[in-house]
């Protein structure tokens, strides 16, 4: 019988992360400040990272060791299976063996608290007692939500309101790790308070849908918001609608700049 996955136990999974960084054939272009375009120097990402974090954004070294902490959450379902893709083989017909690194073991159920609890751990280190985030389908959300309760970290996050009605079980899943889970756009932040000044109809539907407990999710399609008023929620809002049409969902442009941040945290993936 073909093996169909591959299992480390728990002695071997990595002790270190693995900087791709290192092996790159020349330095990568550094990300861009939105608000002045400049190369962002390490000061400007303290606005979202801590300096622990930042200094291992832009450390140079091929491996960092993981620390004891985060290693021992990890092991609650790392390291995960390496599974042979048999049935895709036999569909191409080709003499290929396929495999892929099934991350859906995780608790919430995909790669994201790979990155999510080295994070809160390093967050916490620093002495951060709330970490804010925000999910467009919930994937991150629950992901940081897990990574805080593991930390004793408060978490809040700010999710698309048309997830947030549609997907119920992300947002409690948030909730039952005790994160504080907003619709978004919302009075609590400015940018929020601007959409709904603008949109009437983001407005009506704010007030209503607060008015109404969120136990049964409407089916009324999220009204589009001008674009570019707020580009992430905008773009969440309008994906869902199109990608459901299209069948298809790509991550836009404009949320690359701070979010690839947070991901190049993640760039440096177990080996
Ligand atoms: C920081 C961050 N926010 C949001 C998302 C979007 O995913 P989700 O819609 O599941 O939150 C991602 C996905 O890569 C992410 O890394």
């Known amino acids: 019988m073909e093996e169909r996955k591959i299992m480390l136990n728990d002695a071997e999974i990595p002790r270190q992360w693995y900087n791709a960084l290192a092996d790159l054939p020349g ?10 375009g400049q190369p962002i120097r390490p000061e400007d990402m303290q606005a979202i990272f801590p300096m622990n974090l930042v200094e291992q954004e832009m450390s140079p070294e091929r491996w960092i060791s993981i620390p004891e902490e985060v290693l021992d959450k990890y092991l ?3 390291p995960t299976p390496l599974r042979r893709a048999i049935n895709f083989e036999k569909a191409l017909g080709c003499p290929v ?8 073991v995780s608790p919430p159920g995909s790669h994201k608290p790979n990155t999510a609890v080295a994070q809160a751990y390093y967050n916490k280190a620093y002495g951060i007692r709330r970490l804010a ?3 467009g389908a919930g994937q991150w959300g629950s992901a940081l ?3 805080c309760r593991m930390f004793g970290l408060d978490c809040r996050v700010y999710m698309v309101r048309v997830s947030y009605d549609q997907k119920p079980y992300r947002r ?9 889970c907003i619709p978004s756009p919302s009075d609590r932040t400015q940018a929020g308070r601007n959409i709904l000044a603008q949109s009437p109809t983001a407005r009506a539907a704010s007030a209503s849908r607060s ?4 136990r049964t999710p409407s089916r009324a399609r999220t009204p589009a918001i ?5 580009s992430i929620t905008c773009l969440c809002t309008r994906r869902s609608s199109a990608s459901r049409r299209r069948g298809s969902s790509r991550r836009s442009a404009s949320t690359r700049t701070w979010s690839s941040a947070a991901r190049a945290a993640g760039a440096i993936s177990l080996a």
């Open 76 to 78: 609650l379902w790392r």
């Open 97 to 104: 063996r396929i495999y892929y690194k099934d991350e859906s």
């Open 27 to 36: 330095p990568v272009n550094p990300p861009l400040h939105p608000g002045t």
């Open 145 to 147: 939500a897990m990574a």
């Open 211 to 214: 008015a109404r407990p969120s």
């Open 226 to 230: 001008p674009w570019g008023a707020c």
């Open 172 to 180: 409690m899943m948030m909730q039952t790790w005790g994160a504080e």
């Open 133 to 135: 985030t925000e999910t």
